[in-house]
Nanobody, 125 residues
Framework: QVQLVESGGGLVQVGGSLRLSCAAS????????MGWFRQAPGKEREFVAT????????YYSDSVKGRFTISRDNAKNTVYLQMNSLKPEDTAVYYC??????????????????WGQGTQVTVSS
């Protein structure tokens, strides 16, 4: 059974930092993208960042580019999201997700069949 388990969320002040982790189990995500999406109250789930198996390809949404960094440790089957210079608009539930293989539309949630349960990030002003 495939499981993705996020951790590292919490409450932080504006300008602060958090590091999210997502540990995968049940299979090795060879050649898969692993990414992060988020959903704020009353809004649709949106793409945040994703990283290829080799880590040579990383993509970010414009809203987080330059502030967030995604990385992965394939030996640990884990992906990370380092979030710096946090803003109130970053407040959301953050979800980890994984594709079955390489993804053309890496920013689309329907490319990711595997999802975690989510972790809350709250940025207070």
């Amino acid at each position: 059974q495939v499981q993705l388990v996020e951790s590292g969320g919490g409450l932080v002040q504006v300008g602060g930092s958090l590091r999210l982790s997502c540990a995968a189990s049940g299979r090795t995500f060879t050649n898969s993208f692993m990414g992060w999406f988020r959903q704020a109250p009353g809004k649709e789930r949106e793409f945040v960042a994703t990283i290829s198996w080799s880590a040579l390809r990383t993509y970010y949404s414009d809203s987080v580019k330059g502030r967030f960094t995604i990385s992965r440790d394939n030996a640990k089957n884990t992906v990370y999201l380092q979030m710096n210079s946090l803003k109130p608009e970053d407040t959301a539930v953050y979800y980890c997700a994984a594709t079955l293989g390489s993804a053309t539309y890496y920013y689309r949630s329907d490319e990711y069949p595997y999802w975690g349960q989510g972790t809350q990030v709250t940025v207070s002003s």
